[in-house]
């Protein structure tokens, strides 16, 4: 193998997604730089990264944190392409909407302004959220269809916040490329389940696993969901930065999960977790998410690798391994 295919960047490379790319573009023989926050985060344990293969010699861990965009600089400069996935979290609403909002949006366009003052920067992957796409009342989404602002600030439903932050975000990094001929796109990944490296029990996890096995989420009784393996995510990614000519949105989904399915799957492969039983959960009501069509990006030619059995057994297996379980 070639010694590097080029260096590129991973905004919040500790996180659960941002970690599974680093992983994956070294696997692919790149050379990573990737970000922690500085003041929040200075003696945070980033063994799981310098530890992967190829991370000796081609990882470069900076600091760069969302509220100071020009922090990022250092670690775009000489990159060939940028993969933004670091995102202000804040479910349970410590800040106002607007602040969590401003930070996103400024944070990503001095990214994308880091981007085009590097001059090596070809093009910019930025991930978004299903819940960019997903506050909507259509039954079969995909990426041409966006969550109404203005609903979610009425209604506030759990992870309003989030969304709006994702749903503007996304659409000002979109507008900024094109303003400014810079070559962006954005991946739209829905509930993301399987493995982490991180050593913190992702949140998306957990909600999938509560789903799995019958529990109210924070989000709520979860009854019907669109699940994405993390893998997938990541070599989407990838996949994005790489092909010769991609445009605009791109959703990441593989299937439309009931609870009835998930039930039969972990009552058969797991006697040892006691589940409410199929029949009882037919009663209860609960949140039914719209599925979300990856079809754009697999007439891309993106194959996706991962099937729910597996999704559910990494995710179970790993939080085994690391104690969840």
């Known amino acids: 193998m070639e010694q590097s295919k080029g260096r590129v960047c991973v905004t919040g490379g500790t ?16 050379s990573v730089n990737t970000t922690v926050r500085p003041h929040l985060e200075p003696k945070k344990d980033v063994s799981f990264l310098t530890s992967l293969p190829g991370a000796s010699q081609r990882l470069q861990i900076h600091s760069a944190d969302l509220s100071n965009p020009e922090s990022f600089n250092a670690a775009i400069e000489g990159c060939i392409g940028v993969f933004h996935v670091a995102t202000p979290v804040d479910f349970e609403l410590g800040e106002p909407e607007e602040v969590v909002t401003k930070r996103s949006i400024d944070g990503a366009l001095g990214i ?25 009342t259509i039954e079969v989404l995909d990426e041409s269809f966006w969550s109404d602002v203005d609903s979610l600030r009425a209604s506030k439903p759990f992870g309003w916040s989030y969304a709006i932050s994702k749903t503007l975000t996304e659409k000002a990094v979109l507008e900024f490329g094109e ?11 829905t509930f993301v389940f399987g493995p982490f490296i991180c050593p913190k029990l992702p949140s998306s996890v957990q909600a999938s696993l509560s789903f799995a096995f019958g529990e109210k989420s924070a989000f709520g009784f979860i009854i019907q969901t669109p699940m994405v393996h993390v893998d997938d995510v990541a070599r989407a990614h990838v996949f994005l930065l790489e092909h010769p000519n991609p445009k605009g949105r791109y959703s990441c989904s593989q299937y439309l999960v009931t609870f009835e399915r998930i039930s039969e799957l972990v009552s058969a492969k797991y006697p040892e977790f006691q589940l409410e039983t199929v029949d009882s959960s037919k009663q209860v009501a609960g ?18 690798k991962y099937g729910l059995e597996e999704m559910l057994d990494d995710a179970i297996q790993c939080c085994k391994e690391k104690g969840y379980l």
């Open 112 to 136: 994308l302004k880091a981007c085009l003052i590097s001059k090596t920067v070809k093009r910019v992957v930025y991930t978004s959220s299903a819940s960019a796409v997903a506050f909507n």
């Open 287 to 304: 949140i039914k998410l719209s599925d979300l069509s990856s079809k754009k990006l697999k007439d891309a030619g993106f194959v996706f």
């Open 15 to 30: 996180g659960f997604i941002g970690s599974w790319i680093v992983k994956r573009l070294l696997q692919n023989g790149y």
């Open 179 to 189: 303003q400014n001929g810079l070559d962006v796109v954005t991946l739209i990944p």
